[in-house]
């Protein structure tokens, strides 16, 4: 399997859950508001035998060119967004969920792949709709014949990809493994820890 990173950089968050880039180089870590968190957005993307996947989706930005900032990274790397055949999250905060819908065309954003969400983490994020989440867009989402929901702790995603529903970063947080070939991905997303102040 392939794994490429799929950076779209630092931001750095507070409890208005607002994302301010953070340029590593220039800006202090000290001049932040209180409370903040600095978190690099990063997708992933796997390629294995049979399938190109998505692992989360980031903030779904338009960059300063008015690309679409995740297709722009994908293409970067001989990907185009019908390519990817499945999409899969670990949980729906708007920065990893952003790119799940196109910003321009306000349809889902890989048309040709299965997107796999955790329903409790769905209904959560619609139920609760704090600014952590971007409702509107997983409302989108929710009209998709594309959708594939597990209600289940763990279990099986598709073939050789599993998951185990975490909680921790939030409510129902998952983490996932891909197995293929005697080789395992772990990833984690957010159960992670961060630098905090
Ligand atoms: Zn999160």
Known sequence: MKIIPLSEGAFTVDASKKFIPFKLSE???ADRNRGSLLVEIQ????ITADDIILLDTGLGLIDDDGQFQLYKNLR????NATDVTQVIMSHLHKDHAGGLINPYTRQLAFENATYHIQQQELDYALEIGSASYNTDLLELLQQSDNLVLTEAETGFIADGISYEV????????RVIWLNEGGETIFFGADDAPSFHR
């Open 27 to 29: 800006d202090e870590m």
């Open 43 to 46: 997708p992933f993307v796997v």
């Open 76 to 79: 970067d790397n001989g990907i």
């Open 166 to 173: 975490t909680g921790a970063h939030s409510k129902f947080h």
